[in-house]
């Protein structure tokens, strides 16, 4: 019965390096969304994917980012040659289609120095 | 694509008071969700209520309710007897009820309750 767990829950890294954000969503939930939250841009979408795959990205802000999704459970976002301007806190969420409602996970704090 | 605003980015309350928070948004659909979310200084997103845009009745649980103005296309939440763990960031939120699965957030309003 657990929830939706994040991992790293904080994150310091050197602009220029790559970094790797995971999320576990609940056991059985087959959507899954990535939100970028930050103080200038407020709470924004990334990515959702309904099993393995993802049928919108749309949110995802430039090809520095990137998600997988494996087994129907763990995701990663990966943020390539990271930026001062990706410092935010990255939130996941899962939901089980047929009830709509996302859960959300305590989120990763990224920081870029 | 659809729009959420809040317009009020701090409101305070004394304890065991009611406040009300607003929501407006804008879509061209007709069959959706919206939510509201508290966030804690924890950083965990909390769904705190829902309503479905084809119900009429607007949604309560416990102390808090919303009141759901479909043609104003208003959303307002309203917390009765306010509490000192309802201190939180709040977020309103839009969801289209087909396709696009993703959540529309509004700015957030901090609600603060003073002892």
């Known amino acids: 019965g657990a929830g939706v767990s994040q991992s790293p829950s904080n994150k310091v890294t050197e602009k220029g390096k790559d970094v790797e954000l995971r999320c576990d969503p609940i056991?059985?939930?087959?959507?899954l969304y990535w939100y970028r939250q930050s103080l200038g841009q407020g709470l924004e979408f990334l990515i959702y994917?309904?099993?393995?795959?993802?049928?919108?990205k749309s949110g995802l802000p430039s090809d520095r980012f990137s998600a997988e999704r494996t087994g129907g459970s763990v995701s990663t976002l990966t943020i390539q040659r990271t930026q001062q301007e990706d410092s935010a806190v990255y939130l996941c969420?899962?939901?089980?289609?047929?009830?709509?409602?996302?859960?959300f996970g305590p989120g990763t704090r990224l920081t870029v120095l | 694509a659809q729009t959420v605003t809040q317009s009020q980015p701090e409101m305070s309350v004394q304890e065991a008071e009611t406040v009300t928070l607003s929501c407006t948004y804008d879509?061209?659909?007709?069959?959706?969700?919206l939510f509201w979310y508290k966030q804690p200084p924890s950083r965990q997103m909390i769904l705190v209520i829902r309503?479905?845009?084809?119900?009429?009745q607007n949604a309560t649980e416990n102390r808090f309710s919303v009141n759901f103005q479909k043609a104003a296309k208003s959303f307002s939440l309203k917390i009765s007897d306010s509490q000192l763990g309802d201190a939180a960031m709040y977020f309103c939120?839009?969801?289209?009820?087909?396709?696009?699965?993703?959540?529309?957030f509004g700015q957030g309003t901090r609600l603060t309750i003073n002892p």
């Open positions: 969420a899962s939901s089980n289609r047929q009830v709509g409602e996302q859960f």
């Open positions: 056991s059985g939930h087959t959507a």
């Open positions: 994917f309904q099993g393995n795959s993802a049928p919108d």
């Open positions: 879509t061209s659909e007709s069959d959706y969700y």
């Open positions: 309503q479905e845009a084809y119900k009429q």
């Open positions: 939120a839009y969801r289209s009820r087909q396709g696009a699965q993703k959540l529309v």
